[in-house]
Nanobody, 122 residues
């Protein structure tokens, strides 16, 4: 059974920080690009960030550049999303994703977690 399990969401004031984690189990994603998406109420799911396995190259949505940092611990099969300077518009359900192919990770990844809620208050 393939699983991606997110944690670390919660309620934070604007300007604060949160770190999301995504642990994988049931199958090794250790060579897969990993990413984060989010979906705000009434909006479509959108790409946030992605990271490769071998080189650690990253890709970010313009809306989070300079504030969010994606990283991974390959020994633990875990990917992280450090979110700083949070804004109310960052409020959303955040989803972890994985795909064997880098070009697809930001578009339509094959594997998804269940999501974790992030709420940023004013």
């Amino acid at each position: 059974q393939v699983q991606l399990v997110e944690s670390g969401g919660g309620l934070v004031q604007a300007g604060g920080s949160l770190r999301l984690s995504c642990a994988t189990s049931g199958r090794t994603f250790s060579h897969y690009p990993m990413g984060w998406f989010r979906q705000a109420p009434g909006k479509e799911r959108e790409f946030v960030a992605a990271v490769t396995y071998f080189t650690g190259n990253t890709n970010y949505a313009d809306s989070v550049k300079g504030r969010f940092t994606i990283s991974r611990d390959n020994a633990k099969d875990t990917v992280y999303l450090q979110m700083n300077s949070l804004k109310p518009e960052d409020t959303a359900v955040y989803y972890c994703a994985a795909d064997p192919y880098w070009p697809r990770i930001a578009l339509n990844p094959a594997y998804w977690g269940q999501g974790t809620q992030v709420t940023v208050s004013t």
